[in-house]
């Protein structure tokens, strides 16, 4: 008698105090071999020509094949950087340490680019040209730490996407734009020690 | 079986108070003793009664999280449910996500590219239905001089565009430690580690004494003062019991890795805010992860190291 209401009391103090429980048992995790989804990289603006300033009949802008000019026109290898530009690139500004036009655009085919030892790229694999030169970000992204990404971290369970290099940096002018912050949360330290004095 | 006239007492009067014929002094001491007992409990209870005003009996008498068997479990989240909807006006869907085997999590930040743009905080405001009038958030951001370390030296409410040449930008929250003090110090059991490596706390067996919030060295936990106030259009539906539920007034909270999306395989809302990709997440005992990557390759640090804390938040640079 005295015993169970030992045991009574005891569970009763046990739970007044804590608890017991181990909560829900785990559940199995990700399996290594079973099939990812997939990892989308965000398509970069499309660079299909230059923009003419003038308006179709629906409004749409009409742009103009790179090749247009291009195909025609002998390329002008004094011509480094952006303000010495004129016609459809006027007002290009050009922040991308000492390259010239043509370290990036390629001579021979203005509707692609051309990677260092001279092979075409094509604009949508524009990623590679970045990477020869900044290798560090290129291994980084990779990697998964450098660019942002949206998705699931398990991919046996969804799939991802990720920012292109463009996303974020203008070829032009590379620099990762100055922003406003948004609003700070309450400084409840700062605060409370302001309260005190 | 008493004698005719005694007191009751076994002092063995006559019982009458000395023939009076009226109450005896006992008597009237007696009902005197228990009408002021009666009313310094009324009294002593009167907070108690006045709290419970606004909860229910099933919520009194729920028992705690990892007891709750699998039918109470389903019943109480049934119930947060119904509250959710009574109070905020908002259909909501709460779950109890288990721990996931071979599965402990892990977070590094890229101090080399976190620009102090605060988006972390301001998604993490709005993905665990914090208060929207105190603008509540579990990520603060402090800006910290070149060449010094020492958050506490740090600006946590800067307000100029962002990243100023001679700084650079620390976002803090939950540490996830390994020993976590905040975890020892709780007198009710009401916070505690899960497998996969998440510090939670049953927001209804917490009795908001604070004592986790001073034993916190990296500050990551908040008390909630009041109920949050959150317009109904603004909260987040999926919802979880261990994490970003409506809490109600007086239980602390914290970082819970955003459990109602990782532990269905997504990414914490703050990395997913990030527009650089200073933040890496994952599973540590993949050894494919991201994360493990970056433990393996970046020379990655943890904030106070000295206190033995062990956290499963990094940090690192990239040079």
Not at chain 1, 153 to 177: E, Q, Y
Not at chain 2, 112 to 127: P, Y
Not at chain 2, 287 to 313: C, H, M, Q, Y
Request: net charge negative; with cysteine; charged share 20%.
């Amino acid at each position: 008698m005295f015993g169970l209401v030992n045991a009574v009391l005891c569970a009763a103090l046990l739970s007044l105090a804590g608890c017991n429980g181990t909560g829900p048992a785990p559940v199995p995790g990700p399996n290594p071999d079973a099939a990812e989804y997939s990892v989308t990289i965000q398509a970069p603006p499309p660079a299909a020509g230059i923009a003419t300033g003038l308006q179709d009949h629906s409004g749409q802008a009409v742009t103009a094949a790179c090749a247009s000019c291009h195909s025609t026109k002998l390329p002008d290898t004094s011509t480094r950087r952006g303000e010495d530009l004129d016609q459809f690139h006027h007002g290009l500004q050009m922040a991308h340490g000492d390259r010239s036009c043509l370290s990036c655009h390629n001579a021979d085919d203005y509707n692609s680019l051309r990677l260092a030892d001279g092979t075409s790229v094509a604009f949508a694999e524009s990623m590679q040209l970045c990477a020869q030169c900044h290798g560090p970000q290129f291994r980084d992204y990779k990697h998964g730490s450098h660019g942002g990404m949206t998705g699931y971290w398990d991919l046996t369970r969804g799939a991802r996407t990720r920012n292109h290099c463009m996303s974020c940096h203008d070829p032009h002018a590379p620099a990762f734009p100055t922003l406003r912050p948004l609003p700070p949360p309450p400084d409840a330290v700062r605060h409370e020690e302001n309260s005190h004095e | 079986m008493s004698e005719q006239g005694s007191c009751g007492s076994g002092c063995g009067c006559s019982g009458d108070g000395g023939g009076g014929g009226g109450l005896s002094r006992r008597t009237v001491l007696k009902a005197a003793g228990a009408t002021l007992g009666a009313a310094a409990f009324a009294h002593a209870v009167a907070p108690l009664t006045e709290w419970a005003a606004d909860l229910s009996m099933d919520e009194f008498l729920q028992k705690h999280y990892r007891e709750l068997t699998p039918d109470q479990l389903t019943q109480v989240l049934e119930r947060i449910e119904n509250d959710t909807r009574e109070q905020y006006g908002r259909e909501v869907n709460v779950r109890a996500l288990p721990p996931q085997e071979g599965v402990s999590f892990g977070y590094a930040l890229n101090l080399s590219i976190c620009v102090g743009c605060r988006r972390c905080a301001e998604a993490c405001h709005e993905e665990n239905n914090h208060d929207r009038d105190s603008h509540q958030s579990y990520i603060r951001v402090f800006e910290l001089s070149k060449g010094s370390i020492d958050f506490a030296k740090g600006d946590p409410s800067y307000d100029h565009p962002v990243p100023q040449d001679d700084k650079y930008y620390m976002p803090v929250q939950c540490q996830q430690c390994d020993n976590p003090p905040c975890v020892s110090v709780c007198p009710v059991e009401a916070t505690w580690k899960e497998p996969d490596g998440i510090v939670v706390v049953d927001y209804n067996w917490c009795i908001g004494c604070r004592y986790c919030e001073a034993a916190c060295p990296y500050h990551a936990r908040r008390f909630n003062w009041k109920a949050p106030e959150i317009p109904a259009e603004d909260i987040n539906p999926d919802q979880g019991y261990l994490s970003n539920r409506v809490r109600q007034a007086g239980v602390m909270e914290k970082c819970t890795f955003c459990l109602h999306r990782t532990r269905d395989g997504r990414m914490p809302a703050c990395l997913e805010a990030c527009p650089t990709g200073a933040r890496v997440f994952g599973n540590m005992l993949d050894p494919d992860s991201e994360i493990r990557w970056v433990l393996a390759n970046k020379r990655v640090f943890v904030l106070k190291e000295e206190l033995g804390t062990r956290p499963r938040f990094f940090y690192f640079f990239d040079e």
